[in-house]
């Protein structure tokens, strides 16, 4: 075992405060790409960029043209958590883990087994119609054909935070909440560019600021352990050796 990988599973092992904060990079490795990087879905055969395509003004012009793109590039209905999932959903469990915020929008947290999850951009798996407010699954999606329609003949959509949309208060307001009490931060999979990402770790004022990241953050230099590797193997590892895994 590394010295780093060490020193985590020593401040794993001694806390019951621990808050996780994650990016895409904790899902690539569920096999779901990161939209934002190089070989994501930048490189696809669509006229335009997902950011226009995920935002509230192209939904609201273009439905159906955004739920041929949803469909077909962000549903994976069969993508599985993987070890960083199952090893934060150990610790949360185990009663060291507080809470896990997140960027990404595909519940594997959730189908992990953990519970307290704040899900910044919200989550692809909760629906409801715009007009009558009912709830829908992804199976909504999944079985119609074109733009998925309400009993009441309202247009369904995803409770996803789309480009242009702002964040839910609520979240927020947890999120900083949780952050702001946390004993240990955990930072992974997110190089901490993108809104707001950034914003909500400077509310941590803890000596324990650990990154887990492939590439260099602007945070390293705050960071009091930063580890440069695969963010699941990494957490397995550690959640392992603590015996809960
Ligand atoms: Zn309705």
């Given at each position: 075992?590394?010295?780093?990988?060490?020193?985590?599973?020593?401040?794993?092992?001694?806390?019951?405060?621990?808050?996780?904060?994650g990016?895409?990079g904790v899902s690539t490795e569920s096999?779901?790409?990161?939209?934002?990087?190089?070989?994501?879905?930048?490189?696809?055969?669509?006229?335009?960029?997902?950011?226009?395509?995920?935002?509230?003004?192209?939904?609201?012009?273009?439905?159906?043209?955004?739920?041929?793109?949803?469909?077909?590039?962000?549903?994976?209905?069969?993508?599985r958590p993987n070890d960083a999932h199952f090893a934060l959903a150990a610790l949360?469990?185990?009663?060291?883990?507080?809470?896990?915020?997140?960027?990404?929008?595909?519940?594997l947290h959730?189908?992990a087994g953990?519970?307290?999850?704040?899900?910044?951009?919200?989550?692809?798996?909760?629906?409801?119609?715009?007009?009558?407010?009912?709830?829908?699954?992804?199976?909504?999606?999944?079985?119609?054909?074109?733009?998925?329609?309400?009993?009441?003949?309202?247009?369904?959509?995803?409770?996803?935070?789309?480009?242009?949309?702002?964040?839910?208060?609520?979240?927020?307001?947890?999120?900083?909440?949780?952050?702001?009490?946390?004993?240990?931060?955990?930072?992974g999979g997110?190089?901490?560019?993108?809104?707001?990402?950034?914003?909500?770790?400077?509310?941590?004022?803890?000596?324990?600021?650990?990154?887990i990241?492939?590439?260099?953050?602007?945070?390293?230099?705050?960071?009091?352990?930063?580890?440069?590797d695969n963010i699941g193997e990494t957490l397995g590892a550690a959640v392992r050796a603590?015996?809960l895994m």
């Open positions: 075992m590394s010295s780093a990988l060490r020193q985590l599973t020593d401040i794993l092992q001694n806390s019951d405060n621990i808050v996780f904060f990016g895409a096999g779901i790409p990161d939209f934002r990087s190089e070989d994501g879905l930048y490189n696809s055969e669509y006229k335009y960029p997902p950011e226009t395509i995920l935002s509230h003004s192209f939904f609201m012009k273009q439905t159906s043209e955004f739920y041929q793109f949803y469909r077909a590039k962000m549903l994976h209905p069969n993508a949360e469990k185990n009663g060291r883990l507080k809470a896990v915020v997140t960027q990404n929008v595909d519940g959730h189908k953990s519970v307290n999850v704040l899900e910044l951009h919200g989550s692809r798996g909760r629906y409801y119609c715009m007009t009558c407010a009912e709830n829908y699954t992804m199976d909504v999606v999944l079985e119609a054909s074109d733009i998925p329609l309400c009993s009441c003949g309202g247009t369904i959509r995803p409770d996803v935070v789309l480009f242009e949309e702002g964040l839910n208060q609520h979240v927020i307001e947890k999120s900083v909440q949780s952050i702001r009490e946390a004993e240990v931060l955990i930072v997110t190089s901490l560019n993108v809104y707001p990402a950034a914003g909500l770790i400077q509310y941590y004022s803890g000596d324990k600021l650990i990154l990241n492939r590439d260099e953050t602007q945070y390293d230099g705050h960071a009091n352990l930063i580890i440069r603590i015996g």
